[in-house]
Structure formats: structure tokens, C-alpha cells
Nanobody
Framework: QVEVVESGGGSVQAGGSLRLSCVVS????????MGWFRQAPGKEREGVAA???????TYADSVKGRFSISLDGAKNTVYLQMNGLKSEDTSMYYC????????????????????WGQGSQVTVSS
């Protein structure tokens, strides 16, 4: 049984930093994509960052230069370091896992995601 468990998040003032972590267990695929999405109330889900072992990470334009995604394959853990947080980054953040494939251009559509984390709230006050 595959499990995707997030931790981190919380509240911070604008300009501050937070780190999200996501641990995946229960799969044996050597090829996979992990990433982060976010969704604020009344807004569409947005792909934020994605990473696999084959290609450089990809980022949404809205977070480039501020957010950094990294993957620790030995620990099956993906991290999202968020710096320079803005009020518009306030959202529920979800870890996502796509098995048997690299991230590719479709990952941010959400259609290739096989498993989702439970969600972590990030609140940025101005």
C-alpha cells in the first residue's frame, strides 16, 4: 500500500521561509515523479514544483527563484523549501506522486498523479 505523508507548513510573515517534507512508502518503482501542488479557496489547483531523477526540477513561474524542490532518494523524501514567501502563497499544499514515469510536461496538469498527500496549510501574513 502506497502512502504519501506530508509534514511542515504553518504560519509565517511575508518574506519568511518554510519547508515542507513528504515521505513516500510502499512502492518499488525506480522511475517516478514527485512534486507539489497548491489550492487556495475559490481558486484552481496549481502545480508548484516537480522533480524526478532524470531531469532538472520544474517550477511554476510564480515561485521561480523563491522555492526550491529537492529529492532524497535514499529516504524516499521530497522537500519544498519556500523562501521569500508572499501573501499570495497562502494555500493548502499537496504532495503528489506519479509512478513509473518521469515528470514530463503533463505532471502539472495533475492527470498523471497516482497518489496525493493529505495537504499542509501554509499561511503567509502581510
Amino acid at each position: 500500500q502506497v502512502e504519501v505523508v506530508e509534514s511542515g507548513g504553518g504560519s509565517v510573515q511575508a518574506g519568511g521561509s518554510l519547508r515542507l517534507s513528504c515521505v513516500v512508502s510502499g512502492h518499488t518503482h525506480s522511475r517516478y515523479c514527485m512534486g507539489w501542488f497548491r489550492q487556495a479557496p475559490g481558486k484552481e489547483r496549481e502545480g508548484v514544483a516537480a522533480i524526478d531523477i532524470e531531469d532538472p526540477p520544474t517550477y511554476a513561474d510564480s515561485v521561480k527563484g523563491r522555492f526550491s524542490i529537492s529529492l532524497d532518494g535514499a529516504k524516499n523524501t521530497v522537500y519544498l523549501q519556500m523562501n521569500g514567501l508572499k501573501s499570495e502563497d497562502t494555500s493548502m499544499y499537496y504532495c503528489a506522486l506519479a509512478l513509473g514515469m518521469a515528470c514530463g510536461s503533463w505532471f502539472f496538469s495533475g492527470r498523471t498523479v497516482d497518489y496525493w498527500g493529505q495537504g499542509s496549510q501554509v499561511t503567509v501574513s502581510s
